[in-house]
């Protein structure tokens, strides 16, 4: 079919597949904000980021898909789960991590997610993806990515490190450095000492 006689009435299979899971991952991003308990914020920023490694096959970029599982998945939100042990945050849900000001946030994401597709749509509305061409081999991809996205790459990794060194840092409070904690083999040792 020519670009021109496309209609969004009559979608193809792969088309609304790519729908269904973008209103997939929107949800799950929006349980993942909107949940009192910060381990199932984390599981559920998997779920959103993984609809998004398959919204990526959908559109024929596998290089950019598995970069998605093994950075996003596989680092990122390890280092989020990291961080929130290591730091020693709430398992269950948390009061602390509502403000008040759900209103507040509820209108600037609002706005700004009215921005944005107002502004995607208007930008692309005339455009189609031709998903029969080389456009997401991984060579063309590789290419691209490593002439013009290596300083956001390695700020990323810099960003990271520092985060992880923070949550090591948090963690570790004065009281931890100068008293041990008891253990089953320390009250065992103790006991054998009094006696």
Do not use: C
Not at 45 to 52: F, I, R
Not at 59 to 86: C, N
Not at 139 to 158: D, I, K, N, Q
């Amino acid at each position: 079919m020519e670009p021109a006689a496309r209609s969004y009435l009559s979608p193809t299979g792969q088309e609304i597949v790519f729908l269904l899971v973008g209103v997939l991952v929107l949800g799950a991003a929006v349980v993942s904000v909107t949940t009192r308990q910060l381990v199932h914020a984390a599981l559920w920023l998997v779920v959103a980021l993984g609809g998004l490694a398959v919204e990526f096959l959908l559109l024929t970029a596998e290089f950019v898909a598995w970069v998605q599982v093994l950075v996003y998945l596989g680092s990122v939100v390890v280092l989020v789960l990291f961080g929130l042990m290591l730091t020693r945050a709430p398992i269950g849900s948390s009061p602390d991590a509502d403000s008040g000001n759900r209103p507040a946030a509820l209108a600037v994401g609002a706005a700004s997610a009215a921005t944005l597709v107002t502004l995607v749509v208007d930008a692309f509305r005339s455009s189609w993806i031709d998903l029969s061409g080389p456009v997401g081999t991984t060579r063309l991809t590789g290419e691209f990515l490593f002439s013009h996205w290596v300083l956001p790459f390695e700020a990323l990794s810099v960003l990271l490190l520092a985060a992880l060194v923070g949550a090591i840092v948090l963690s570790r409070t004065k009281g931890d450095r100068t008293k041990p904690r008891p253990g089953n083999l320390r009250t065992a040792l103790t006991k054998t000492k009094e006696r």
